[in-house]
């Protein structure tokens, strides 16, 4: 059974920054794209950034220059480094995780990031 797990979210001031955390565990398959979401009650959960296998990675215009998406594919993690962070950050992080051969769709249970202003 595959899991993934988010961690590192909390209450940061705004211009501060954390580091955001996505453990994989279970997956017996190729992990090909690795993403973060993040959403605001009442809104659609939206795309932050996205990593694929080989490294290349993409970011939403709201987050470009502040956040850093990066992973280990040996260790089949993933991480968000966030810095410059503003109030409309606020919001919870999910990590998506795609199987590479069946397209698959794997989410975690997603981590609070707040910044106060």
């Known amino acids: 059974q595959v899991h993934v797990v988010e961690s590192g979210g909390g209450l940061v001031q705004a211009g501060g920054s954390l580091r955001l955390s996505c453990a994989v565990s279970?997956?017996?398959?190729?992990?090909?794209?690795m993403a973060w979401y993040r959403q605001v009650p009442g809104k659609q959960r939206e795309l932050v950034a996205f990593i694929i296998r080989d490294g290349s990675t993409n970011y939403s215009n709201s987050v470009k220059g502040r956040f850093t998406v990066s992973r280990d594919n040996a260790e089949n993690t993933m991480y968000l480094q966030m810095i410059s962070l503003k109030p409309e950050d606020t919001a919870v992080y999910y990590c998506?995780?795609?199987?590479?051969?069946?397209?698959?769709?794997?989410w975690g249970q997603g981590t609070q990031v707040t910044v106060s202003s």
């Open positions: 279970g997956a017996s398959f190729s992990i090909n794209t």
């Open positions: 998506k995780i795609v199987d590479g051969l069946s397209r698959t769709n794997y």
